[in-house]
Structure formats: C-alpha cells, structure tokens
C-alpha cells in the first residue's frame, strides 16, 4: 500500500522559514519523481517544486531562490525548505510521487497545511 506522509507545517509569520518532509512507504522511491504542489482555499492546486530521480529540480516562478527541494534515498523522504514566507503562500501543501513507464503511477498524500500570519 502506498503512502506519502506530510510533516512540517504550522503556523509562521512573514518571512519565517518552514522545512517540510514527505515520507514515502510501498514504492520504489529512488525511481519516483517527487514533488509538492499547494492548493490555497479557493484556488486550483499548483506545482512548487520537483526533484527527478535524477536529482533535476523544476520550481515555480514564484517560489525561486526561497525554497528548496531536495531527497534523500536511503530514507524514501522528500523535502521542501522554505524561506522568507509571504502570506500568500498560506495553503494546504501536498506531496506527490510520479513514475511515467510502462504504466503510469501517480501518488498523493493528505496534505500539511501552512499558515503564514503576523
């Protein structure tokens, strides 16, 4: 059974630093593409950031320079640093696992919300 796990969230206030973990358990990690996207109320869910399992990162426009995926194998957890935080980025923050091959897999977890508030 798949799961991804989401830990770090809370509350910050403006420019605050957040570092968020996804553990991942019944795939194989190291050939997944991981990656977060964040779904604010009333908004569609949109890409942060994502980590090939090659390594190669990909991140939203908005979020260059501030925040900063990154795996580790060994431990099947993917993680997302986020620094200098605005209040518009407070949302519900997911985890997703991806494998494009002969089939396609595609995995979420429940989510870990962020609030980003003086």
């Known amino acids: 059974q798949v799961q991804l796990v989401e830990s770090g969230g809370g509350l910050v206030q403006p420019g605050g630093s957040l570092r968020l973990s996804c553990a991942a358990s019944?795939?194989?990690?190291?050939?997944?593409?991981m990656g977060w996207y964040r779904q604010a109320p009333g908004k569609q869910r949109e890409l942060v950031a994502t980590?090939?399992?090659?390594?190669?990162?990909n991140y939203a426009d908005s979020v260059k320079a501030r925040l900063t995926i990154s795996r580790t194998n060994a431990k099947n957890t993917v993680y997302l640093q986020m620094n200098n935080l605005k209040p518009e980025e407070t949302a519900g923050y997911y985890c997703?696992?991806?494998?494009?091959?002969?089939?396609?897999?595609?995995?979420w977890g429940q989510g870990t919300k962020i609030t980003v508030s003086s």
């Open positions: 019944g795939i194989i990690f190291r050939i997944y593409t």
């Open positions: 997703n696992a991806r494998y494009r091959g002969i089939k396609e897999y595609d995995c």
């Open positions: 980590i090939t399992s090659d390594g190669d990162t």
